[in-house]
C-alpha cells in the first residue's frame, strides 16, 4: 500500500501533533506516504461563502495534482474537514459533468485537468478497513491496559459521505482502540456535533454542545479524536466551560494516530504530544507506569 498524503493546511499549524503523530504512525506500520507536492488549501469552510466553483475547483486543483503523480490511485487525508471538501469534488462530479468542465476550465490555467480517477480516503478509512487491528496488535510494546478510551468522530468525517462507518452509529475505532489493549469507554456522543466553526461565531451554543461531550465522557481516561477542529473545541475550552457550568470536565484530548503510537512504543516527542492543549496529570502518570 502506497498512498498520496494531503495533509492541509491545519496539519501544518495548529494540529501539526495530528501530522506528527499519523507519519510516525503510519511509518512505524510500514505504510509508505507521498506528499503532494504543491497542495494549497481546499477552502476549508469559507470558500463556498464567496463563490461554489472556487469551493470546488480548490480541493480539485489536490486531486489533479495526484492524478499526475504514478503508481497511486488513493489520497490520504487527515483533517475531516479537508476529507470532506476533497470527497465532495469526487462524488459530485461524477454525476455533474457540467461542473466538471467549470472546473477543469479554471485548472486548464496551469495546464491541469481533473479525471476523477482518484479514491479520497480519510485516515480512520485508512486504518480502520485498510491496515485493520491485528498489525497494531501484532506491534504492541505497551499495551495500554490501564485506560478506558472513549471514541469521537465528529461530523465530517462521516457525514454526509457515510463510506466506512454508519454516522448514526459509528464504530470503527474500536477495534483500533482495543489493539492497543485499552477498553473502549461506552457512551453515545461519538458522532455527536461539537458545534464546530460555530465555536467562534456563536460561542454560547457550540460550548454547550462541548460541554455535553465532555460530560458524557466522565470516568474515560480520555476522548480521542480525529478532527483538528473537534480536537481544537474539545481541548481548548475545557476551563472556560469547567468555569461557566461550575463542574470540573477536564480530561484528556489526543490524536487516534497519538493513542495508537503511544502503545507502539513511539516516542511523545515524535507524536507531538507537548504540543496537545489537554493531557491531565492522571493520563501521564498512567501512560508513565508503562515505561
Same mark, same amino acid.
Given at each position: 500500500?502506497? =498512498?498520496?498524503?494531503?495533509?492541509?493546511?491545519?496539519?501544518?499549524?495548529?494540529?501539526? #501533533?495530528?501530522?506528527?503523530?499519523?507519519?510516525?504512525?503510519?511509518?512505524?506500520?510500514?505504510?509508505?506516504?507521498?506528499?503532494?507536492?504543491?497542495?494549497?488549501?481546499?477552502?476549508?469552510?469559507?470558500?463556498?461563502?464567496?463563490? =461554489?466553483?472556487?469551493?470546488?475547483?480548490?480541493?480539485?486543483?489536490?486531486?489533479?495534482?495526484?492524478?499526475?503523480?504514478?503508481? /497511486?490511485?488513493?489520497?490520504?487525508?487527515?483533517?475531516?474537514?479537508?476529507?470532506?471538501?476533497?470527497?465532495?469534488?469526487?462524488?459530485? *462530479?461524477?454525476?455533474?459533468?457540467?461542473?466538471?468542465? $467549470?472546473?477543469?476550465?479554471?485548472?486548464? #490555467?496551469?495546464?491541469?485537468?481533473? $479525471?476523477?480517477?482518484?479514491?479520497?480516503?480519510?485516515?480512520?478509512?485508512?486504518?480502520?478497513?485498510?491496515?485493520?487491528?491485528?498489525?497494531?496488535?501484532?506491534?504492541?510494546?505497551?499495551?495500554?491496559?490501564?485506560?478506558?478510551?472513549?471514541?469521537?468522530?465528529?461530523?465530517? /468525517?462521516?457525514?454526509?459521505?457515510? *463510506?466506512?462507518?454508519?454516522?448514526?452509529?459509528?464504530?470503527?475505532?474500536?477495534?483500533?482502540? !482495543?489493539?492497543?489493549?485499552?477498553?473502549?469507554?461506552?457512551?453515545?456522543?461519538?458522532?455527536?456535533? /461539537?458545534?464546530?466553526?460555530?465555536?467562534?461565531?456563536?460561542?454560547?451554543?457550540? !460550548?454547550?454542545?462541548?460541554?455535553?461531550?465532555?460530560?458524557?465522557?466522565?470516568?474515560?481516561d480520555a476522548i480521542v479524536t480525529v /478532527?483538528?477542529?473537534? !480536537?481544537? &473545541?474539545?481541548?481548548?475550552?475545557?476551563?472556560?466551560?469547567?468555569?461557566?457550568?461550575?463542574?470540573?470536565?477536564?480530561?484528556?484530548?489526543?490524536?487516534?494516530?497519538?493513542l495508537i503510537g503511544i502503545a507502539l512504543?513511539?516516542?511523545?516527542?515524535?507524536?507531538?504530544? &507537548?504540543?496537545?492543549?489537554?493531557?491531565?496529570?492522571?493520563?501521564?502518570? $498512567?501512560?508513565?507506569?508503562?515505561?
Amino acid at each position: 500500500m502506497n =498512498y498520496l498524503y494531503y495533509p492541509g493546511c491545519s496539519l501544518e499549524g495548529t494540529s501539526r #501533533e495530528y501530522d506528527l503523530s499519523t507519519r510516525a504512525l503510519l511509518s512505524s506500520l510500514d505504510v509508505p506516504i507521498t506528499e503532494i507536492p504543491e497542495w494549497t488549501c481546499c477552502g476549508a469552510s469559507a470558500a463556498e461563502s464567496v463563490s =461554489y466553483l472556487l469551493s470546488m475547483a480548490l480541493p480539485a486543483r489536490v486531486l489533479a495534482l495526484a492524478e499526475k503523480m504514478e503508481d /497511486c490511485d488513493s489520497v490520504l487525508v487527515p483533517c475531516s474537514a479537508c476529507y470532506l471538501n476533497l470527497k465532495k469534488v469526487e462524488e459530485t *462530479v461524477k454525476t455533474d459533468l457540467n461542473l466538471l468542465g $467549470k472546473i477543469n476550465t479554471v485548472l486548464a #490555467e496551469e495546464d491541469l485537468a481533473l $479525471k476523477n480517477v482518484t479514491r479520497v480516503k480519510h485516515l480512520l478509512e485508512v486504518l480502520s478497513k485498510d491496515i485493520g487491528a491485528d498489525p497494531i496488535n501484532s506491534k504492541l510494546k505497551k499495551p495500554l491496559s490501564n485506560l478506558s478510551i472513549a471514541p469521537y468522530y465528529g461530523c465530517q /468525517c462521516l457525514r454526509p459521505f457515510p *463510506v466506512f462507518d454508519d454516522p448514526e452509529s459509528p464504530s470503527s475505532m474500536e477495534p483500533l482502540i !482495543q489493539a492497543t489493549g485499552a477498553s473502549v469507554f461506552q457512551w453515545n456522543m461519538g458522532g455527536k456535533c /461539537c458545534g464546530a466553526s460555530q465555536m467562534n461565531t456563536k460561542s454560547g451554543i457550540a !460550548q454547550n454542545y462541548v460541554a455535553d461531550i465532555l460530560r458524557a465522557a466522565k470516568g474515560a481516561d480520555a476522548i480521542v479524536t480525529v /478532527c483538528p477542529m473537534c !480536537q481544537i &473545541n474539545l481541548e481548548a475550552y475545557q476551563k472556560k466551560i469547567s468555569s461557566t457550568t461550575g463542574e470540573d470536565l477536564s480530561i484528556s484530548i489526543i490524536y487516534l494516530p497519538q493513542l495508537i503510537g503511544i502503545a507502539l512504543g513511539i516516542s511523545e516527542k515524535e507524536l507531538g504530544l &507537548n504540543f496537545n492543549l489537554a493531557i491531565t496529570n492522571d493520563f501521564k502518570k $498512567k501512560i508513565k507506569s508503562l515505561d
